[in-house]
Nanobody
Framework: EVEVVESGGGLVQPGGSLRLSCKAS????????VGWLRHAPGKGLEWLSG????????VSAASIKDRFRLTKDNSENILYLQMNHLQTEDTAMYYC????????????????????????????????WGQGTQVTVSS
């Protein structure tokens, strides 16, 4: 079965850190753009950061670029989201999305387009999405 699987979420105190994982299963990320988004209660999807797997071109939203960082493991097909200095407003369900990279579509445009869906889509018309991993920041 082709899917992406997120893990690494949990409960953390303000100021703490977490590392989320997004693993490809049944395929490899080689020709894909892979990104992280989150969905907080009462809000729409928010794109965070994305990477073009092949050349590691990366984009990040201004709101998190000083605190969140992408890294990857090529051999395991895992994209990590390292999150530092977490704040209560970072509480959300975090999703990983992967779609075939299209050279004519800049990475930021792809991420804003899937953000505009508002919520995690069903099916694979907008790429492969995981079930999400919950991050709760609370004292």
């Amino acid at each position: 079965e082709v899917e992406v699987v997120e893990s690494g979420g949990g409960l953390v105190q303000p100021g703490g850190s977490l590392r989320l994982s997004c693993k490809a299963s049944g395929f490899t990320f080689d020709d894909y753009a892979v990104g992280w988004l989150r969905h907080a209660p009462g809000k729409g999807l928010e794109w965070l950061s994305g990477m073009r797997w092949g050349d590691e071109t990366t984009v990040s939203a201004a709101s998190i670029k000083d605190r969140f960082r992408l890294t990857k493991d090529n051999s395991e097909n895992i994209l990590y989201l390292q999150m530092n200095h977490l704040q209560t407003e970072d509480t959300a369900m975090y999703y990983c999305a992967a779609d075939k990279f299209k050279p004519q579509v800049p990475l930021t445009r792809w991420m804003t387009a899937i953000q505009a869906l508002g919520t995690r889509p069903v099916g694979s018309a907008f790429g492969y999405w995981g079930q999400g991993t919950q991050v709760t920041v609370s004292s």
